[in-house]
């Protein structure tokens, strides 16, 4: 059984599909890892002061209001 497993992995592995553009999901990996960054930290930050509506601007610093940023 675990021979026939491994022999339909490598076809699947080393098939061309069309929803992946003609690559194979190895090429696929192999593709994608160049880009891959780690994502940044950005540290919390606690807001003292109590609620915040949701027409005025948004406590994290991006300059929308609330219900259009953080308030979804």
């Not at 090429?27 to 005025?56: D, M, W």
């Amino acid at each position: 059984m675990n021979e026939y497993v491994q022999v339909l992995l490598m076809i699947s592995n080393t098939t061309r599909i069309w929803e992946n553009r003609g690559h194979t999901p190895s090429e696929l990996g192999q593709l994608a890892r160049p880009h891959l960054q780690p994502l940044p930290t950005i540290p919390f930050q606690v807001i003292e002061g109590g609620k915040v509506s949701r027409n005025e601007p948004c406590p994290c610093g991006s300059g929308k209001k609330h219900k259009k940023c953080c308030g979804k």
